[in-house]
């Protein structure tokens, strides 16, 4: 088993160059390109397929090792996470403001919980789109200094808090003041022209998102827990790479891949998200570019099973009630497998008792998780997987509190866990 401390800061660390989907693909592209990986283009014909190799589709990336003499019907043991995270972006016409300053209008993205998003010293990142003049360039964008705020209420002006509890309008209240003065149309491209080193004529368009500038640590009395923004989900997205680079190096005996989906928080209806065709695409051109027929495509999905890892609800000290009193999770009790009698989670006896069984090979331990049966219980991409493709799938995490916080918690020995049990559920 990998060095938990070890393994807990390397996901700091990319969980902190990875404040967009896009720097998460990024990032995970870096770290495969290390260990031999080579990029595929998805619009060139894929005739000889590299033993280890990956796309990218926007803000979703797959990455997969291929035995060189695999079956093509051989199904793949597959790892599922996604890049996206609940945060506030910015709009086409963002320049706004009143009262004597100026402010970026934004949306929110997902389930935010808006309140942790206040009185925090906000960059910026994303992609832009420009033309200087040989076509549209795609070029991302990192603002790693606090450029914006969004402000409580003093209150001095609220007194109604205490009894009713804080308020927030998502149109009326979110938007991040940027500077002293008056609105002044323009403002933000000229802040993005800077960062991207182009004339603000040649942008076009852009995908901007705020993310909180404190950086990820570990933190308690024992430093045995990990502070973070966006836990959910790139902690899962990390050791998932993590796990198919180890993986890859021990020469799999069938096909094993990491599929990093963007869209999951806003219900993953996109050409990169879980609902969407990226995933069997990829299959079916693995299978056809070894010989492989539509018969033998059908085949490889039956014979596949994903482990869906997206983050669990860790019993929360303060509000234990909202929980279900004979399945608690907690911090460091090692990978949670989630389960739901109406199929919120894919979660099937057959999954997880093979999930079960490779925490048990890899020596880690697990938990079990089920929401109370008077509360709805939230989803992941795991049923999308398994209704899309009609792959075995369960559903897994690592324990959190804070879930859509601005800044999140988790254990620090969790990740570590988790990720010798994935090793084990690709290899084993």
């Known amino acids: 088993m990998s060095d938990l401390r070890a393994v807990a800061l390397g996901l700091a660390d990319f969980i902190d160059a990875s404040p967009s989907p896009y720097h998460a693909c990024a990032a ?14 998805e619009r060139a014909a894929w005739d000889a397929i590299p033993e280890r190799a990956y796309l990218q589709r926007g803000g979703s990336l797959m990455a997969w090792a291929l035995p060189a003499d695999a079956d093509p019907a051989e199904g793949f043991r597959l790892v599922g996470a996604h890049t996206d995270s609940p945060n506030l972006r910015v709009k086409p016409r ?7 300053f100026r402010q970026v209008g934004v949306e929110v993205y997902g389930g935010v919980l808006l309140n942790s998003w206040l009185d925090r010293d906000l960059g910026l990142s994303g992609r832009a ?23 409580q209420l003093a209150i001095h002006l609220d007194r109604a808090i205490s009894q009713e509890g804080l308020k927030l309008d998502r149109q009326q209240h979110m938007a991040p003041i940027t500077a002293v003065g008056e609105r002044r149309e323009g403002a933000f491209r000229e802040l993005l022209a800077a960062e991207i080193d182009c004339d603000v004529a040649a942008i076009k368009s852009w995908d901007a998102m705020l993310h909180d500038l404190t950086p990820s640590r570990l933190i308690g009395v024992d430093e045995d827990m990990l502070a973070a923004p966006r836990l959910d989900n790139l902690c899962s997205a990390y050791l998932g790479l993590e796990a198919v680079i180890a993986a890859a190096e021990t020469g799999p005996r069938r096909g094993v891949a990491v599929t990093l989906f963007d869209h999951e928080e ?86 997880e008792g093979f999930f079960q069984a490779a925490c048990e090979r890899a020596g880690v331990p697990y938990q079990k998780w089920v929401m109370r049966t008077d509360m709805a219980c939230g989803s992941t991409i795991g049923p999308l997987t398994a209704s899309q493709h009609g792959i075995r799938t369960v559903d897994v995490g690592c324990a959190q509190l804070s879930m859509h916080s601005a800044r999140e918690l988790c254990s620090r020995d969790d990740p570590g866990f988790m990720l010798a049990a994935l090793v084990e559920s690709l290899v084993g």
């Open 28 to 41: 995970a592209a870096a770290r495969l390109e290390a260990s031999g990986f080579c990029r595929l283009d």
């Open 129 to 151: 789109w420009i033309d200087e003049g040989n076509g549209l360039e795609e070029r991302l964008f990192l603002v790693q200094r606090p450029v914006m705020r969004v402000p």
């Open 266 to 351: 806003v219900g993953s209806g996109s050409r990169g998200g879980a609902d969407g065709p990226i995933l069997g695409d990829v299959l079916e051109r693995l299978v056809l570019a070894r010989g492989g027929s539509r018969e033998d495509f059908l085949r490889c999905l039956s014979a596949s099973l994903c482990i869906s890892a997206d983050m669990a609800h860790a019993v929360h000290p303060n509000y234990r009630e909202r929980h279900e009193p004979d399945h608690h999770v907690h911090l460091g009790a090692g990978p949670v497998i989630k389960i739901n009698a109406n199929q919120r989670y894919a979660t099937e006896a057959e999954t």
């Open 94 to 100: 963002p320049d706004t403001g009143g009262a004597g």
